[in-house]
């Protein structure tokens, strides 16, 4: 079983950046498939960014969701044993709780981003963007 635990939360001016860093614990990483979900006041989870568990020497695919696209994106560290979201031009709309989330194996692309998928998930990080 992984424990994760996101960071890297807080308030921005829309225009501006964030990091968020998800640490993992209690197994390896490299061979899970890992995604970036967010949840907004009132409206339901929805996925961000997904990565597919990598092949030997390369990096897994990814999926991002369209409002994000350009703006995001994912990176894996299979050493430090954690998965980040740089996120830049930010926009009030990117407003909400963050969420990391894991499991095993590899996934057909189109899955990347589905919740049901996901067997381990983090407690959150709020980010908030000003306008």
């Known amino acids: 079983e992984v424990q994760l635990v996101e960071s890297g939360g807080g308030s921005v001016q829309a225009g501006g950046s964030l990091r968020l860093s998800c640490r993992a614990s209690?197994?390896?990483?490299?061979?899970?498939?890992m995604a970036w979900f967010r949840q907004a006041p009132g409206k339901e989870r929805e996925g961000v960014v997904g990565?597919?568990?990598?092949?030997?020497?390369?990096?897994?695919?990814?999926r991002y969701a369209d409002s994000v696209k350009g703006r995001f994106t994912i990176s894996k560290d299979n050493a430090k044993n954690t998965l980040s979201l740089q996120m830049n031009s930010l926009k009030p709309e990117d407003t909400a709780m963050y969420y990391c989330?894991?499991?095993?194996?590899?996934?057909?692309?189109?899955?990347?981003?589905?919740?049901?998928?996901?067997?381990?998930w983090g407690q959150g990080t709020q980010v908030t963007v000003s306008s």
């Open positions: 989330a894991a499991d095993p194996g590899r996934k057909p692309l189109w899955w990347l981003l589905r919740q049901s998928e996901y067997a381990y």
């Open positions: 209690g197994h390896t990483i490299s061979t899970y498939s």
């Open positions: 990565i597919n568990r990598g092949g030997i020497n390369s990096d897994g695919s990814t």
